[in-house]
């Protein structure tokens, strides 16, 4: 057989397999085809069962999956495309509503409908739903939370007389949380187990009751309570607050100490009668402190129990820590406004309300300063940083940088509830520095028992350029002082109202102005000009550590 023979052999046999090959490609081709052409779409909208309101920020998501969520928008669209015909399962969530999924057939070629409605939950929370004292709890919070977006009034009210709320009427704003302060007196309750209702009511809804059980055992002791498990100071805070209750039928007898040399107490000792308490301070000194994180342990020990409490802080070089601040003893709080209004660099006393804002400029001293225009200017306290918990000593002291052309009230401490009943203002205008005590109501500031101070004491300070003022108040010897830039101007004796013994009494500070709308007499009211590096201590500087604060801060 010739060559050529033996190629014409196979030549059918070859072209039947290239033949079978490409009807196999095209086949596959049609298939593919075929797949996408029959895909299908799903799309439908998330609304309020009750209103039929779109849900905005609703998510969805399909067959329960995360991948491929969808958050909607305020039209509660959404939509799934290019979806293989079958049953899918669509859900939907908020965190105002109850979940809910639906399940939805798509075809081939179609877009499907799949509408999903939600249930609101309740517009209010409230928690514990019930609460047991037992024999030794004094009070616990109870959280009203508004889950809304309108405000909502609860009255609370109890059914006992032995039980207490601190608040009988509260108005939640929308989206928030409140607590209130719900209390036992156990001296006005027999041995036994009692049993008491507190009823939360809301305007247009049902009433809400919270079941109270208490006990008091036949027992006559001390019982001690304190509140806190553990105390962090951070690399800021220098002092806090505990206090120690004592909650049983006798005398309570205690002593605080502490294991480490940078924590000390204000008081270490003490006797509490039966249902008393009494307030202590915690102090953090860091000053001799490497950087690190350290830890101790308050131990209160008494006849009615003891308490261990946990503490701890830090330090970091470069921090802005108070140790790392010039003449920090005794600093209760200090603004320097770079961090904005209402920050203390302690965090002891942040500002509760403030209409001054921030500003800048080449002259300020070291980045942001408050501005205070003046007629409604000022800045409140959340607190009173010259509160001194010794009932005797009635001393501190006040630093801060100025800048004004007019002058005006610098502090104010409203010494009752009504602004211009018995209110200390401390201020200059361009010839005087004044401090004065209202003590009636039809009074302005600067009438009665008031102290003026050298006849050109305002007048250094109205030149628009940056001074350093500083009121120093020393009331073991009722001497008031005032420094500017470093050097006293002057030194005069108070001896009618000194300063902190109405300040002691106060529950807020004002900086700025006079806290009252009377306005006869604007040098004396509401300051109009800048101030910076605000300092309140609750103890008198001397003038070396006046003139250290000045040269460090100038």
Same mark, same amino acid.
């Given at each position: 057989?010739?060559?050529?023979?033996?190629?014409? *052999?196979?030549?059918?046999?070859? @072209?039947?397999?290239?033949?079978?090959?490409?009807?196999?490609?095209? !086949?596959?081709?049609?298939?593919?085809?075929?797949?996408?052409?029959?895909?299908?779409?799903?799309?439908?909208?998330?609304? =309020?069962?009750?209103?039929?309101?779109?849900?905005?920020?609703?998510?969805?998501?399909?067959?329960? *999956?995360?991948?491929?969520?969808?958050?909607?928008?305020?039209?509660?669209?959404?939509?799934?495309?290019?979806?293989?015909?079958?049953?899918?399962?669509?859900?939907?969530?908020?965190?105002?509503?109850?979940?809910?999924?639906?399940?939805?057939?798509?075809?081939?070629?179609?877009?499907?409908?799949?509408? &999903?409605?939600?249930?609101?939950?309740?517009?209010?929370?409230?928690?514990?739903?019930?609460?047991?004292?037992? =024999? %030794?709890?004094?009070?616990?919070?109870?959280? @009203?939370?508004? @889950?809304?977006?309108?405000?909502?009034?609860?009255?609370?009210?109890?059914?006992?007389?032995?039980?207490?709320?601190?608040?009988?009427?509260? %108005?939640?704003?929308?989206?928030?949380?409140?607590?209130?302060?719900?209390?036992?007196?156990?001296?006005?309750? $027999?041995?036994?187990?009692?049993?008491?209702? &507190?009823? /939360?009511?809301?305007?247009?809804?049902?009433?809400?009751?919270?079941?109270?059980?208490?006990?008091?055992?036949?027992?006559?002791?001390? &019982? %001690?309570? /304190?509140?806190?498990?553990?105390?962090?100071?951070?690399?800021?805070?220098?002092?806090?607050?505990?206090?120690?209750? !004592?909650?049983?039928?006798?005398?309570?007898?205690?002593? +605080?100490?502490?294991?480490?040399?940078?924590?000390? /107490?204000?008081?270490?000792?003490?006797? @509490?009668?039966?249902?008393?308490?009494?307030?202590?301070?915690?102090?953090?000194?860091?000053?001799?402190?490497?950087?690190?994180?350290?830890?101790?342990?308050?131990?209160?020990?008494?006849?009615?129990?003891?308490?261990?409490?946990?503490?701890?802080?830090?330090?970091?070089?470069?921090?802005?820590?108070?140790?790392?601040?010039? &003449? #920090?003893?005794?600093?209760?709080?200090?603004?320097?406004?770079?961090?904005?209004?209402?920050?203390?660099?302690?965090?002891?006393?942040?500002? +509760?309300?403030?209409?001054?804002?921030?500003?800048?400029?080449?002259?300020?001293?070291?980045?942001?300063?408050?501005?205070?225009?003046?007629?409604?200017?000022?800045?409140?306290?959340?607190?009173?940083?010259?509160?001194?918990?010794?009932?005797?000593?009635?001393?501190?002291?006040?630093?801060?940088?100025?800048?004004?052309?007019?002058?005006?009230?610098?502090?104010?401490?409203?010494? *009752?509830?009504?602004?211009?009943? !018995?209110?200390?203002?401390?201020?200059?205008?361009?010839?005087?520095?004044?401090?004065?005590?209202?003590?009636?109501? $039809?009074?302005?500031?600067?009438?009665?028992?008031?102290?003026?101070?050298?006849?050109?004491?305002? #007048?250094?300070?109205?030149?628009?350029?940056?001074?350093?003022?500083?009121? /120093?108040?020393?009331?073991?010897?009722?001497?008031?002082?005032?420094?500017?830039?470093?050097?006293?101007?002057?030194?005069?004796?108070?001896?009618?109202?000194?300063?902190?013994?109405?300040?002691?009494?106060?529950?807020?500070?004002?900086?700025? #102005?006079?806290?009252?709308?009377?306005?006869?007499?604007?040098?004396?009211?509401?300051?109009?000009?800048?101030?910076?590096?605000?300092?309140?201590? !609750?103890?008198?500087? #001397?003038?070396?550590?006046?003139?250290?604060?000045?040269?460090?801060?100038?």
């Amino acid at each position: 057989m010739n060559t050529r023979q033996t190629y014409l *052999q196979y030549i059918p046999g070859f @072209l039947f397999v290239l033949i079978l090959c490409n009807l196999l490609l095209l !086949n596959s081709c049609n298939e593919e085809g075929s797949e996408a052409d029959f895909q299908g779409a799903l799309s439908g909208r998330v609304v =309020d069962i009750e209103n039929g309101e779109p849900v905005e920020d609703a998510i969805v998501s399909l067959n329960g *999956q995360e991948r491929g969520s969808q958050t909607v928008e305020s039209d509660g669209l959404y939509s799934f495309d290019n979806l293989i015909p079958g049953t899918y399962t669509i859900q939907a969530s908020h965190p105002l509503y109850e979940t809910n999924s639906v399940r939805i057939t798509v075809r081939s070629q179609e877009s499907s409908d799949g509408d &999903v409605t939600l249930k609101p939950l309740g517009q209010i929370a409230i928690s514990p739903s019930v609460f047991d004292f037992g =024999d %030794l709890t004094p009070s616990f919070d109870l959280s @009203l939370k508004n @889950l809304g977006s309108d405000a909502i009034e609860f009255k609370i009210e109890s059914t006992q007389g032995w039980l207490s709320a601190d608040k009988t009427s509260v %108005l939640v704003p929308g989206k928030n949380e409140v607590f209130v302060k719900i209390a036992v007196n156990r001296n006005l309750l $027999d041995f036994g187990q009692h049993t008491a209702v &507190v009823l /939360v009511n809301i305007p247009d809804k049902d009433s809400k009751t919270i079941p109270i059980s208490v006990s008091k055992n036949n027992v006559n002791k001390a &019982v %001690l309570f /304190v509140e806190e498990e553990f105390i962090d100071f951070s690399s800021k805070l220098r002092f806090k607050d505990i206090v120690i209750e !004592n909650i049983g039928d006798n005398s309570l007898d205690w002593e +605080l100490t502490t294991d480490q040399d940078w924590l000390s /107490v204000s008081k270490v000792t003490g006797l @509490l009668n039966a249902d008393s308490n009494e307030e202590i301070e915690i102090f953090c000194d860091r000053s001799q402190l490497d950087d690190g994180v350290y830890e101790g342990t308050l131990l209160l020990t008494s006849n009615g129990g003891n308490k261990s409490i946990g503490v701890k802080t830090e330090v970091i070089s470069g921090s802005g820590s108070p140790d790392e601040i010039v &003449v #920090s003893v005794g600093l209760r709080t200090y603004y320097t406004f770079n961090s904005g209004v209402g920050v203390d660099e302690l965090n002891n006393f942040p500002v +509760l309300e403030a209409n001054a804002y921030l500003s800048t400029d080449s002259s300020s001293l070291d980045g942001y300063y408050l501005n205070f225009e003046g007629n409604g200017s000022y800045m409140e306290l959340d607190g009173n940083p010259l509160f001194n918990q010794n009932p005797g000593v009635v001393h501190g002291a006040i630093s801060l940088w100025l800048r004004t052309n007019v002058g005006g009230a610098l502090v104010a401490v409203p010494y *009752q509830s009504t602004p211009l009943f !018995n209110e200390f203002v401390a201020g200059f205008n361009n010839t005087t520095f004044i401090h004065s005590v209202s003590n009636s109501s $039809d009074r302005a500031c600067c009438v009665s028992d008031y102290g003026i101070y050298p006849a050109n004491a305002g #007048s250094l300070l109205v030149d628009f350029e940056w001074h350093h003022v500083v009121l /120093v108040y020393k009331g073991d010897t009722e001497e008031t002082f005032i420094y500017v830039d470093g050097v006293e101007i002057s030194r005069s004796f108070y001896e009618f109202y000194p300063f902190l013994s109405r300040a002691m009494d106060a529950n807020t500070l004002i900086i700025g #102005s006079d806290y009252s709308e009377i306005d006869t007499n604007p040098g004396i009211f509401d300051f109009e000009g800048h101030m910076d590096n605000i300092r309140i201590y !609750n103890r008198p500087l #001397s003038a070396s550590e006046v003139k250290e604060i000045f040269e460090a801060e100038k």
